[in-house]
């Protein structure tokens, strides 16, 4: 096998996949970055770096976080990623690390972490055309997960295997240098499927990431029709059912891609005929990264990466081989069909997944529980339908005399991302543990119900 | 400057207070929210702390927004979010930009 076909297998890998200093790498207010341009800004914010080995790139610019991606690399520094920077998660990453400094384009960024803001100044090209190498064994970033308990789980990702992953993702999307669209993203980059395909993808396909990460139907419609062809969105349901909804003129597009949640049928066609281009959706994880693709208005099945397996123990499901290194599992409800092809069926219980943002009961109820003041508490899936645009939100109940419900809530928002912020917040004299002191959902429900429909309320 | 001006100055760009009450009904159901329409500070931040609204809230009332007043919200990014700064920012931007 030529090396270049197995970039897993090769002892170092270059920093970005385009083919000349002219090629255009990103697109940041209209106007292109070319490779040389970046690889000179690249350079020029690694010899800025203070000497702390990790960074918690927060940089909302997508151009500016994949200039602090690469220049981390290239200091041999690694990139801290959680999805979510609420002060316990950075007090928690304090004693994951101790020398952890914040690399930030918000002057009113106010992360409670040593801050080196993104460099205003600008270097001027080199001129110099050689993109460096970087070893692939390294670890390049490290994602969290929110765990069964309290306390996140770090997964460390080789910059070999996060390379691979993306160029099996790039050629099951039909990008190639000859082929490369501009990539538009609603996603930020610091959340794994973001990370992955709105930069990544674009930096190891020769396509050029947007630095924008437009918000309202109407800036993503303005955005994309900003763009030059082909251009592909990455985005998630949430954001594709406002986008549908909002009455907006739509360009043509060449791909559109969607994950973080299943999309149904009918959703996928009405964007496609609506973008005029096909629309893929991705399934992965944190753990595993993305391992498979589907075309929801050909295929109810999922196809995996080529090089990717699923196992079953048990009722545990395990993926490995390509990018995935040792045997991961994965957490969601799954039926195989054949070697290349599954069914999804939804996730394990414990699990939660608002609007994209994934955690555990595990994690929230004890979140909820390290409070002051709460002596006994859990979150419950609130039953009824989703909203516009497709969100269930949370609910929770806790007992915890003489403390206030809005108290409880300052102190939860301090802890968790808003999105699992509970509506409501029900306050109890105590909740319905069986024998084995176990709380089970339907209990919940029926408490919250009760509780809901008490007069005053 | 007369009394009158100086008044109408201080409170400007004040909406009348109907669209103000319209709209906080408007997410009050859509957003299912735990509070009435009229204990909505006109003044309170509708983002985070304040009324403890998110991004997800923010998207559903864009999408409301549209469809009743033929608004189309725009920001620079997610993070400039000024329209939403409070009630009466909101009110007084649609007010300004309403076509139906």
Redesign the interface.
Known sequence: MNASDAPGLDASLPLIGHASELSVVAWRRGRPVNAGRFLAEVRHLAALLPPGRHVLNVCTDRYHFAVGLCAALLAGKVSLLPSTQTPEVIRWLRDFTADAYCLTDDPACDIDLPRFPYPAERPRATGCWQVPRIEAARPAAIVFTSGSTGTPIAHAKSWGRLVQCVHAEAQRLGITRSHAPAVLGTVPPQHMYGFETTVLMPLHSGAALCAEKPFYPADVAAALARLPRPRMLITTPVHLRALLQAGVDLPRLALCVCATAPLEEALARQAESALGAPLLEIFGSTETGQIATRWPTREVRWELWPEVRLQWQGEQVYAQGGHVEARVAVNDIIEPLDERHFLLHGRNSDLVNIAGKRSSFGYLNHQLNAIEGVRDGAFFLRDGQPSDVGVSRLGAIVVAPGFPAAAILRELRQRIDAVFLPRPLLVAERLPRNDTGKLPQDALQALARALLQRPGR | MSENASRKEALAPATDSTLQREIAGLMVE???L?TSANAIDPQAPLY??GL?L???D???L???V??RYGV????D???NLKIFASLQALADHIAAHRSK
């Open positions: 859509a957003l299912n735990e985070g702390e403890g998110d991004s997800i923010i998207l559903e864009a999408l409301v549209s469809k189309q919200l725009r920001a990014n997610s993070d």
